[in-house]
């Protein structure tokens, strides 16, 4: 069993930034890779940026490319969201997940844990 525990959500006012950390703990995967997903209220989750354990390569969605940025501690188990220039619509829930697959994963069914997310609110 793996657990995930995200922190550093919290209310920001546009313009600002925020760093959100995600620590995992318990059972690992040896070609893992880990994400962080969002979901606004009325809106599905949607995928946002994700990181390869072992090679540290990312991926970020088009809507926070040059904003957002995913990063790893390995030593810490844990990856990090830096978030700036945060605008309203990012507001959400940002959850963090962890796969087994040898791959760049966007899509959330191929997430295997997740953890309780962290609300992030950007004021206009």
């Known amino acids: 069993q793996v657990q995930l525990v995200e922190s550093g959500g919290g209310l920001v006012e546009a313009g600002g930034s925020l760093r959100l950390s995600c620590a995992a703990s318990?059972?690992?995967?040896?070609?893992?890779?880990m994400g962080w997903f969002r979901q606004a209220p009325g809106k599905e989750r949607e995928f946002v940026a994700v990181?390869?354990?072992?090679?540290?390569?990312?991926y970020h969605a088009d809507s926070v490319k040059g904003r957002f940025a995913i990063s790893r501690d390995n030593a810490k188990n844990t990856i990090y969201l830096q978030m700036n220039n945060l605008k309203p619509e990012d507001t959400a829930v940002y959850y963090c997940?962890?796969?087994?697959?040898?791959?760049?994963?966007?899509?959330?069914?191929?997430?295997?844990?997740w953890g309780q997310g962290t609300q992030v609110t950007v004021s206009s």
């Open positions: 318990g059972r690992t995967f040896s070609n893992e890779g």
């Open positions: 997940a962890i796969h087994n697959r040898p791959w760049i994963m966007t899509s959330e069914g191929g997430y295997d844990y």
């Open positions: 990181i390869e354990w072992s090679s540290g390569r990312t």
